[in-house]
């Protein structure tokens, strides 16, 4: 379908009722994940890894390929680099949850071009060395192929719209090229749990209006900046994209994933979406030149999930930081729309949030309370994947906020009593929400609310 039959089909039938048959026209798409045992693979919303129905935790470690393995590229002393990851990994592996989401590329499109682009025998090679490293420990990963959505772009000087919407531009050509070889090299490999597309593309989506310059950062190129390439792209209303040019960029990559590699499943990377999502991108179709921030009605926001879920992506995600008084009723419609897209739902991102911790971060009174609050909510929902943010992050500064290995002993400890609870359930995936799920995801708010007070 193209953009244009895509858009007359979606306003003919009106802001609320939208229909999106894609999670039900390709069910032979889900036969792509092979049952063999050692690769996680799906049926329906069940995950099912060694003939077993899956559950676990996992963490974030954005910064392992780029601060770590390629250390040396970027004036970091390799050796003890190398050190230091390996002692984190042997933390993490104590923990049960050997799960580490990453980005696969560096972030900027300077240090891609001097690694990947100038230096491949060399990155190929500390990649495989990091991989060895984790299959050692047990330990799977979860690499985000697009964690930039302006890296590819600032490459050869082109555009967002080039990017999303050319499949022959220079920039598609590179990123599309990166796709093709990496999944080839390690689409026989169970050390990888599966791909993930981009890291919170829908965040960058149908705001044209309010960032005239567009979505790319830097937004201003008048100073010189060394992490880019010498012929940068534009910074101009071409930076920008709507939801359904996303999505459509997603499916697209999703399928050659698929076409490679018969092994693994793909997730898209997405943030939780914005409560306006529905109402942001009607305002992009139209051209509008206003943001429209009307919070989106439950049946707007399942309809908006659902058109940037479609097939073939194996999961319905979000990420969710708990925020002071938050409650968890954004999470139960996005379980309802996975359901209903016979997807498992996957958090990609989790945990307190800073404003939630304050500047103590996970040392906050409020960090073990507050996540039990969040994992039995997790529990209650019956997510079969939950990724925390973030483990044993040094950068400078710090992504905060972080699990440090040598000082949330009890955080930690927290965690290894739901993954050990996690990892010993059985039971088939469940489906629906109950009436008696309802109730403790209410007292759950409940709970957080008055807690988050103080």
């Not at 925390?388 to 972080?402: L, N, T």
């Amino acid at each position: 379908m193209t953009r244009r039959e895509f858009v007359q089909a979606v306003t003919g039938l009106g802001a609320g009722a939208i229909v999106v048959k894609a999670g039900r026209q390709n069910a032979k798409l889900e036969a792509l994940a092979n049952p063999q045992s050692d690769f996680l693979h799906r049926k329906g919303i069940q995950l099912l890894l060694n003939g077993q129905p899956f559950r676990s935790l996992g963490v974030n470690k954005h910064e392992l390929l780029q601060t770590y393995y390629l250390a040396d590229f970027f004036g970091g002393e390799r050796k003890t680099a190398l050190s230091e990851v390996r002692r984190s990994f042997d933390a993490l592996a104590k923990t049960g949850m050997t799960i580490i989401r990453f980005h696969a590329l560096p972030f900027w499109s300077a240090q891609i071009e001097d690694t990947y682009l100038k230096q491949r025998d060399v990155f190929w090679q500390r990649f495989d060395e990091m991989v060895k490293d984790c299959r050692e420990r047990g330990i799977r990963l979860v690499p985000v192929l697009l964690w930039n959505i302006g890296a590819f772009i600032d490459i050869v000087g082109e555009s967002l719209q080039d990017f999303a919407n050319h499949p022959n531009s220079k920039s598609r050509k590179i990123f599309n090229a990166w796709v093709e070889e990496i999944v080839s090299r390690y689409r026989d490999d169970a050390t990888i749990l599966f791909w993930e597309v981009t890291n919170e593309a829908n965040l960058t989506v149908d705001l044209r209006p309010q960032l005239p310059e567009g979505v790319v950062v830097p937004r201003d190129l008048t100073k010189p900046y060394k992490h880019l390439t010498r012929n940068p792209g534009p910074r101009d209303w071409r930076n920008h994209w709507s939801a359904d040019e996303m999505a459509a960029f997603v499916r697209e990559t999703t399928f050659l994933i698929k076409f490679i590699d018969k092994n693994h499943l793909v997730s898209a990377g997405y943030s939780m979406p914005r409560p306006a999502a529905w109402h942001l991108w009607l305002g992009s179709l139209k051209r509008a030149k206003k943001m429209d921030w009307t919070k989106d009605s439950d049946e707007e926001q399942a309809n908006y999930i659902r058109m940037i879920h479609s097939e073939p992506l194996d999961f319905v995600d979000c990420h969710f930081y708990l925020d002071p008084g938050e409650t968890f009723d954004q999470l139960v419609l996005l379980k309802s729309v996975a359901d209903d897209l016979e997807k498992p739902l996957y958090v990609g991102e989790a945990g307190l949030s800073v404003k939630a911790l304050g500047g103590k971060g996970y040392a906050n009174p409020i960090a073990l309370d507050g996540l039990r609050v969040y994992l039995e909510a997790m529990e209650a929902l019956d997510v079969p994947l939950v990724s925390f943010w973030a483990w044993d992050d040094f950068c400078k500064p710090p992504h905060e906020p972080s699990i440090r290995s040598a000082e949330h002993k009890e955080v930690i400890e927290l965690l290894r009593e739901f993954q050990k609870r996690w990892q010993e359930n059985r039971q088939p995936a469940k489906r629906g929400i109950s009436e008696e799920t309802k109730q403790r995801i209410e007292l759950l708010n409940r709970k957080w609310r008055e807690m988050s007070k103080n």
